[in-house]
């Protein structure tokens, strides 16, 4: 017998996400692409794998610009240029370098602390060699196992927040220009405040955190497999100021029958340009 009451709810419920997620799609056709110094040829679009939720993705959307250059149709992130796109001015952009500070808090102490990294790409959007060093004479190297999506980044790095300095000035080197980023302000820490779950059907999570929350990632292991992840179904997420509720649906987690493990991975985004600038966070949903 079916249950009505259950699958009402459950119509519901996906009529809504279907709802929320359509406000936010992107038509790449709508936007105009500025990138002078890429050969566009091979210019796609693509989602984001951690997704852009709440006001942040009411001003992006769910598409960024990338340079297709070994042309096989995906985004390699540690090869291929990407961008970024504002939904309001209709146009995305591509930089030819670009810097990343991600402030981390995770449950390992070698991969918590600010990450600085630096990239630049050559004009069909591939990654050159660079390196990145700050105005006290500390330079970038290779670190390993860091990232969930990467073996090995080029980085600086400052393990103790308590001694992580306000704001440096920043070089970027390649073969053949040197690029200066003045004054530039690290990301501050952000914090999870609380973490609420029921399971009726799936695994429902709410979790609310000290500023607001602009990008997130949900995703299941069992042991070293990864089950799920909400890349698959990004409807699923739902960012409203500094709260993020989610869903891990029914059909996993009795897939899982108790013995996966479940995290998130959320995002305040401080400053989204030539510098994107992160406060980051990654735990345990249980």
Sequence with gaps: MIDTTRLRTILIYTLTLCIFTACNKSNPDTFHVIAPTFDLSNLKFT??????????????GDLIPF???????????QTEVSGRCDRRTEQCRLDHARVLLIQRQTE?????????L????DRNGLRQKATLCDDKGTCSREYTGTFKDSAVVDAIWFPDQATTPRARTLTLTT?????LYQDV??????????????????????????????????????????R????????????????????????????????????????????????????EVKQRVR
């Design 47 to 60: 989602r984001y794998t951690y997704s852009a939720v709440g006001a942040f993705a009411e001003r992006h």
């Design 67 to 77: 340079i297709d250059a070994n042309a096989d149709g995906i985004l390699d992130p």
């Design 108 to 116: 390992c102490n070698a991969s918590s602390g600010t990450w600085l």
């Design 118 to 121: 630096g990239n630049a790409y």
């Design 175 to 179: 073969a053949t220009e040197k690029i």
């Design 185 to 226: 302000v690290f990301p501050a820490q952000l914090e999870v405040t609380q973490i609420e779950t029921n399971q009726l059907g799936g695994l429902n999570i709410r979790i609310t955190a000290d500023q607001s929350i602009d990008m997130a990632a949900l995703w299941v292991m069992h042991g070293p497999e990864q």
């Design 228 to 279: 799920w992840s909400s890349a698959e179904q990004p409807e699923l997420l739902r960012g409203v100021g500094n709260v993020l509720e989610a869903q891990i649906p029914e059909i996993v987690m009795e897939a899982c029958d108790d013995t996966c493990d479940m995290f998130f991975q959320l995002a305040h985004v401080w400053q989204d340009d030539t510098v994107l600038s992160l406060g």
